[in-house]
């Protein structure tokens, strides 16, 4: 098997980015659109990481940090190229970012029904936050 190369996103990576969340990602986001995504590259260029492999797109994870709290969203690894390690390569280059930059603490949004998800994130030493609950409220009409 061929090494995994990681990489920044760049605005040409877009539309095949959103096709791969469309088959490996769990859930849509009201940001996951081409304009969402063009906005995030534009503000913070290292923020979308992509892992590919023989020039194929294998897993991406957005490493997003405000200065202040680092952001974990997007964490997809493609179906079938799943428990190879991808996963925890994603992570381990994202928090080498957030390390780089500053943050002390990461999070990451998964969704409570995700349990694939939720085993690949407790395996990577994260933990849930019971006492916490999401405040969502959409800005678009």
Not at 21 to 44: F, H, N
Request: proline share 3%.
């Amino acid at each position: 098997m061929t090494e995994l190369h990681f990489r920044a996103a760049a605005p040409a990576d877009l539309d095949a980015v959103l096709a791969f969340w469309k088959t490996a990602a769990e859930g849509t986001s009201i940001s996951d659109d081409r304009d969402g995504v063009e906005r995030l590259v534009a503000r913070d260029p290292e923020a979308l990481i992509l892992a590919e492999r023989d020039g194929e797109l294998v897993g991406t994870v957005i490493a997003g940090f405000d200065g202040w709290r680092c952001h974990l969203y997007r964490l997809a690894v493609h179906p079938e190229r799943r428990r190879q390690g991808i996963g925890s390569a994603l992570l381990t280059a994202a928090e080498e970012r957030f390390v780089r930059l500053g943050g002390r603490r990461a999070d990451a949004m998964v969704l409570v029904r995700n349990e694939t998800g939720q085993h690949a994130w407790r395996a990577s030493g994260y933990a849930p936050e019971e006492k916490w609950r999401r405040w969502v409220k959409h800005l678009t009409a």
